[in-house]
């Protein structure tokens, strides 16, 4: 287990990636593809596949060219808006969608209309940040909770924290509580890894 506390764990990962964080949009958003893909392989889909992701901000892994590529593969992406209450609602993203700051988290949000997570229907994936994961799929976030709220009242779908390589860490390294929901995989942007488990058919792959 750990010896340091989660603060400590996030200000050590938020100054590293003010000093060292790359750009590597493009490679996270090939890495972002192919997941879907072998998500697709094991329950393929009639038509494109419907997705929540998000917004990246500041030194965060960029998510940008991954909204945009799933986008012109033909998913459906939803993106999500901050309510009160530690809620998070969704909003359908497009590339060009009007952004606005959000009045209760230090993030950008989409204008459009808000939806609940039941009213988007078959979600089949679900990415979401962290500045660290585990391979056990221990998930240390930056601390708001919008997150562990959501994903504890949700069926269990995939999930994958995004971060840079050198972030997704051995398990017993972070530290976790009984709020804390695991992920199902990590994708960084050189291959993604399924966390916990292996899946029946072994398909944990790192492109």
């Not at 009242?153 to 009984?178: C, K, M, Q, R, S």
Request: with cysteine; aromatic share 8%.
């Amino acid at each position: 287990m750990s010896t340091m506390s989660k603060a400590e764990w996030r200000a050590q990962i938020r100054a590293q990636r003010q000093s060292v964080a790359p750009a590597a949009g493009p490679e996270l958003a090939r890495v972002g593809l192919d997941w879907l893909a072998s998500l697709d392989m094991l329950a393929p889909a009639a038509a494109g596949m419907t997705a929540c992701a998000y917004v990246s901000m500041g030194h965060e892994p960029p998510t940008a060219p991954l909204l945009e590529a799933w986008t012109a593969a033909g998913h459906t992406v939803y993106v999500p808006v901050c309510e009160p209450e530690y809620r998070l609602s969704w909003t359908l993203w497009h590339p060009g969608i009007q952004m606005a700051k959000s009045t209760l988290a230090p993030v950008m949000e989409p204008v459009g209309p808000r939806l609940s997570f039941a009213a988007l229907g078959s979600v089949e994936a679900i990415l979401i940040p962290a500045l660290a994961v585990d391979t056990a799929g221990v998930r240390l976030g930056q601390g708001g909770g919008y997150y562990d709220r959501f994903l504890a009242t949700i069926p269990a779908l995939p999930v994958a924290a995004v971060v840079y390589a050198h972030e997704l860490v051995a398990p017993g390294l972070l530290p976790h509580d009984f709020l804390d929901t695991r992920v199902t995989h990590a994708l960084t942007p050189a291959g993604y890894q399924r966390c916990g488990p292996p899946l029946g058919n072994g398909n944990a792959q790192e492109p």
